[in-house]
C-alpha cells in the first residue's frame, strides 16, 4: 500500500449501523462522520459535528481503512460536517475502494463531485471499482438558507450510482425540488430522492404532492434511523 500517512482526517463519530437512508437503506454500513461543514442549514441534526469546540479523533488512512475492515462490513458511508472539504480524502477512498468496499458519500452540494472523483480515478488502477463510490448530494431547498450555495454545476457531473436528495419542509420546498427535477432531467440521470424535514412536514402531505404532480421515478423516503432510535441519538 502506498498511503500518505502525513495526512490526518478529523473523526467526530464512527460506528456500524444500519443505513438509515438512500440506495443502501437498511443495509450495514460503517459510518465515518468527518469534522466541519462550510454551510449552515437551519435544520441540522449534527450542528454538534460542526462546532469548532467538538472533540476529533485525528485518524490516517490507513487506520481508518484498517478499523473498516476489522468490522468485516461492505458498505462504508462518509458523512459530517461536509466529507468533501477533507484535504486529501481521494487517498483515503481509494484504498478502501482497494480493500473491496462501497464508499457512499455524503454531501451538501457546495461542492465538486467531479473533482474528487477524478483524483480517485487517478489513483485507482481498477477502474471498475469507480463503480462501488457513490455521491448522495442534496440540493439544499430555501428552507434550510442555503440555496444560494448550490453548485449547479453538479448536475452535469452525475452518475447513474449517484443520488441526489431533496430535504423539503414545506410544499413551497417541494415546488422547487419538482421545477430542479425537470429543470436537469434528474430522474434520467440518476436516484432521486425527497425526505421530509424532520418534523416539520407531513410525510402524507409529500406523498399527496408526487401524487398531485405525477412525481414518476422519485423516491420519498424517511431516516430510518430516526424511528429505530432516539432522534438525536449518536452512533446509530
Ligand atoms: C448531516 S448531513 C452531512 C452530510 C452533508 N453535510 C449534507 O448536508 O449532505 C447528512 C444528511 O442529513 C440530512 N439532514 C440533516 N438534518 C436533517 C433533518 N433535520 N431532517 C432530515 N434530514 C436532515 C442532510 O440534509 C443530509 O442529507
Ligand atoms: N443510520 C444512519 N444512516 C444514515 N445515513 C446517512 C446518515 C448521515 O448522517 O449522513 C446517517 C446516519 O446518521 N445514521
Ligand atoms: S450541509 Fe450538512 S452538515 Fe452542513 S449544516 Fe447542512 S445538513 Fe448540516
Ligand atoms: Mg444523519
Given amino acids: 500500500m502506498n498511503m500518505n500517512n ?12 444500519i443505513n438509515g437512508e438512500g440506495t443502501k437503506a437498511g443495509e450495514l454500513a460503517v459510518f465515518i462522520r468527518f469534522k466541519g461543514c462550510n454551510l449552515n442549514c437551519s435544520y441540522c441534526d449534527t450542528q454538534w459535528a460542526n ?7 485525528e485518524k490516517t488512512a490507513a487506520e481508518l481503512v484498517a478499523d473498516v475492515c476489522r468490522t468485516g462490513i461492505d458498505n462504508v458511508t462518509m458523512t459530517g460536517g461536509e466529507p468533501l472539504l477533507q484535504i486529501e480524502l ?17 454531501t451538501n452540494g457546495s461542492v465538486s463531485l467531479e473533482n474528487v472523483r477524478a483524483q480517485v480515478k487517478h489513483l485507482t488502477q481498477e477502474r471498475q471499482s469507480m463503480e462501488r463510490l457513490s455521491m448522495t448530494m442534496d440540493y439544499k ?9 448550490m453548485r449547479l454545476q453538479n448536475f452535469s ?14 410544499i413551497e420546498d417541494l415546488e422547487k425540488t419538482r421545477q430542479i427535477i425537470q429543470e436537469y432531467g434528474l430522474t434520467q440521470k440518476c436516484h432521486v ?38 432522534p438525536d441519538e449518536r452512533g446509530v
Fill in 6 to 17: 502525513q495526512i490526518k482526517y478529523p473523526v467526530v463519530e464512527q460506528f456500524v449501523s
Fill in 90 to 106: 481521494a487517498g483515503l477512498i481509494k484504498e478502501l475502494l482497494s480493500a473491496g468496499k462501497a464508499v457512499e458519500i455524503e
Fill in 157 to 170: 457531473e452525475l452518475q447513474p450510482q449517484d443520488t441526489v436528495k431533496f430535504v423539503a419542509g414545506s
Fill in 51 to 57: 462546532r469548532q469546540d467538538t472533540p476529533a479523533v
Fill in 141 to 149: 431547498l430555501a428552507g434550510s438558507r442555503m440555496e444560494t450555495f
Fill in 193 to 230: 430522492y425527497i425526505s421530509p424535514v424532520f418534523g416539520a412536514i407531513e410525510p402524507a402531505d409529500i406523498v399527496e404532492y408526487m401524487k398531485a404532480h405525477q412525481m414518476n421515478g422519485v423516491r420519498m423516503q424517511l431516516q430510518m434511523h430516526k424511528f429505530i432510535w432516539a
